[in-house]
C-alpha cells in the first residue's frame, strides 16, 4: 500500500529542530517541511516561516494554507500551553497528526509536581519529595530544616531550566525556598515548590517515542550541562553530547524499561492521559539501579544531536505508525556507530553575548554534520543568533573516534568570541 507523501510543520528554533529537519527532509515520505521559526540551518532542509512557536492562531493559518499533515512542535513550551488540545478541539485542523502529547501529558514536564505524584501513583524508582505553596510555607521552613544536605528545591513550572536549586546547607535551601515562594522568583512557577532528597550518581537521558499503548526506544544519550571543562561553572542549555552511553549496559537498560518506561506508558494510559509522542527521561544510576530526576515531554537538546543520527529508521513512518497506534509493528535499529556532538556557543554564554557574528569555515567541514542552533542569515551570510550557536555531530567506530572528527572541524570554523569545551566524553 503506498502512503501519502507528507507535508510537515516543525515548530522550533534550535540545534534540537535542526536535527530534525534533517532528517524530516531524508524521509521518502516528506512532500514540503516548514519550520518554523527556524534557523539558518533549517532553512537547508525547508521553508522558514516567522511565526512563534506558541503564536496558535498564526500555526493554524499555516496549516490551513500549506496543507499541513503532520505537526511536529520540538520544545516543550507550545505542548505544555496545549497545542495539542488546539489542533484536535479544531474541526479544520483534527485530521492533522500531532507528534506531541496534550495539554495534560505534558503535564509531566509542565508540573514537577504532577510528575512526582504520577510516578508516586505507578511506583516508578525517583526521590522522595514534598511539595509546599504559600499555604503551608511554614511547614515547608520546618520541613527544610530536618533535611539532610544537599537538598534539591525545584519550582514546580516551567522555569526555562532553571528552576533547580541544589542546597548545600539548610541555609541556603531555607533562602532558595524564599526565594520562590515568597519574593516568587519564577512567577507563578514557583508559587509551588518541590522539595526532593539529593541522589547521588551519574545521569543519563533515555528517549522513547509512544503511540500511548506501545512504544520504541530510541537510542540512549548523555549531555554535558556545565560551562566549563571538567563539569565545572553554569548551568548552560547543552554543551555537546555523546550515544550511545557505556555505563548504560543491556542489564541497566532492562531496568530501565521495566522499573521505569513500561510504567509511565502503562501509566499514562490507566488514566486516560492522551500521549502520542516523545518521552524524554532524564535519569540518573544511583548504585547500579535508575531513577527517573524528571520527565520531559519532546526530544532533549543537544541531545537529538547524537540520537537522531543513531536511528536508522524513517522517523516520518514511525510518526504515522504513532498515529495509528501500531509502534508494535516498528523495528527500530540504531546505528553501531558512536555519536559526539561537540556544541559552539558564543563567548560570555550563558552569561550575556554578542549576537551578529559573521562565521566563516563551515564549508571546509567534511565528515560532520553541522546543526545550527542560534544562527541567522544576513546577506550573503551566516551570523550567530543565539548563546549555542552550532553543533558539529560525527559518527565514528566509538566515542573518541566520532568527537576527534567533530573537534577536527571545529578548529575549522570561526566567529568573534567562538568558545567550546574541549573535554566532552572526556570520562570514556
Ligand atoms: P531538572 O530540571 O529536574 O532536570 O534538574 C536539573 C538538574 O538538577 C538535573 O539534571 C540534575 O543534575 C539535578 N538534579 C535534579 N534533581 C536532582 C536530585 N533529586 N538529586 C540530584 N540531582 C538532581
Ligand atoms: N538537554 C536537556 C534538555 O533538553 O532538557
Redesign the pocket.
Known sequence: MSVKMQNILLLGAGGRECTLAWKLKNSPLCAHLFIAPGNAGTSQYGTNLPIAVTDFNAIKEACLSLNIDILLPGPEDPLVAGIYDFIKNDPQLQHIVVAGPSKEGAQLEGS?AFSKRFMERHNIP??A?REFTADNYAEGEAYLKTCPT?I?L?ADGLAA?K??V?AQTTTEALDAFKAMIQDRQFGDASSKVVI??????I?LSVFVLTDGTHYVLLPEAKDY?RIGEGDTGL?TGGMGAISPVPFADAAFMQQVKERIIDPTVNGLRAENITYQGFIFF?L?KVNGEP?V??Y?CRMGDPETEVVIPRLENDLVALLLLMHEGKLHEATVTHSPQAAGAVMLVAGGYPGSYAKGSIMTGMKQVTDSMLFHAGTTTRGNDIVTNGGRVLAITSLGADIKAALAKSYQNASLIHYDGMYYRRDIGWEF
Do not use: R, S
Open positions: 514537577k525517583t526521590a519529595y544537599p534539591v525545584k531550566g528552576g533547580v541544589i526532593e532528597q539529593f541522589l547521588d550518581g545521569e550541562k548551568n532524564g540518573i531513577y530526576i524528571e520531559n
